[in-house]
């Protein structure tokens, strides 16, 4: 079957606006994972959702981040009044089960590249 | 709390050389450790998981690494280095019940013909 798929793969805004960015998992993983991924750096965990629920979203940077699932399955991350320095790579990641688990293996979308100008 | 250390955020070799690429971890609880590789304008992919089975873990690709509970290491190795292995990798760590997987910084992989 098809992978994590993301949506725009390119996103250029202006400071201030809202953003939303879409990722659609693996069909069947239970498990979503949103990392932020800055220019040089290594994937920064954001949140992860069991479900439709925000198991931990305690990587979130601020209260202008927020995140749904509402049905389990698609995702978007939602940033409202968006800074320059939210500039970076968003990742979006599937598992069949839980991370923490040994038989979790993520599966990573190519990302969306937002750029606040 | 877990971290990940990659030591030397680049490395050059040969094309036949043999590839190493350092990994540390820090965790207060049995981990499990990750490598990822990263192709430009590609997700990261698997290249192989320890989950406390066998100490030596062989992944995709040729590539296979060595957990050392001693040296807190779990360092990365491919006997010949091809010019298609040229790309960023990621040594990460999770462990049981937790929900966060933590990331290195990445190590830029350089292959010179």
């Known amino acids: 079957g098809a992978g994590v798929s993301q949506t725009p793969s390119n996103k250029v805004t202006e400071k201030g606006k809202y953003v939303e960015l879409r990722c659609d998992p693996i069909?069947?993983?239970?498990?979503l994972y949103w990392y932020r991924q800055s220019l040089g750096q290594g994937p920064e965990f954001l949140i992860y959702?069991?479900?439709?629920?925000?198991?931990?979203d305690s990587g979130l940077p601020n209260d202008r981040f927020f995140a749904v699932r509402p049905e389990g399955s698609v995702s978007t991350l939602k940033i409202q009044r968006t800074e320059r320095g939210d500039s970076a790579v968003y990742l979006c990641?599937?598992?069949?089960?839980?991370?923490?688990?040994?038989?979790?293996?993520?599966?990573f979308g190519p990302g969306t590249r937002l750029t606040v100008l | 709390a877990q971290s990940v250390t990659q030591l030397g955020s680049h490395v050059s070799v040969s094309e036949g050389a043999l590839v190493l690429l350092r990994c540390n971890y820090s965790?207060?609880?049995?981990?499990?450790l990750f490598w990822y590789v990263q192709y430009p304008n590609q997700g990261l992919q698997l290249l192989l998981k320890?989950?406390?089975?066998?100490?030596l873990v062989k992944g995709i690709n040729g590539f296979e690494a060595e957990f050392k509970k001693s040296e807190t290491s779990f360092h990365l190795t491919k006997p010949s280095a091809h010019m298609s292995d040229a790309a960023e990798y990621f040594c990460?760590?999770?462990?049981?019940?937790?929900?966060?997987?933590?990331f290195g910084a990445g190590t830029r992989l350089f292959v010179k013909a």
């Open positions: 320890y989950t406390s089975a066998a100490t």
């Open positions: 959702f069991q479900g439709t629920g925000a198991a931990d």
């Open positions: 965790s207060s609880v049995p981990p499990y």
């Open positions: 990641a599937s598992s069949l089960t839980q991370t923490g688990s040994s038989t979790d293996t993520q599966y």
């Open positions: 990460a760590v999770s462990y049981t019940g937790g929900f966060k997987t933590i």
């Open positions: 069909s069947g993983h239970t498990a």
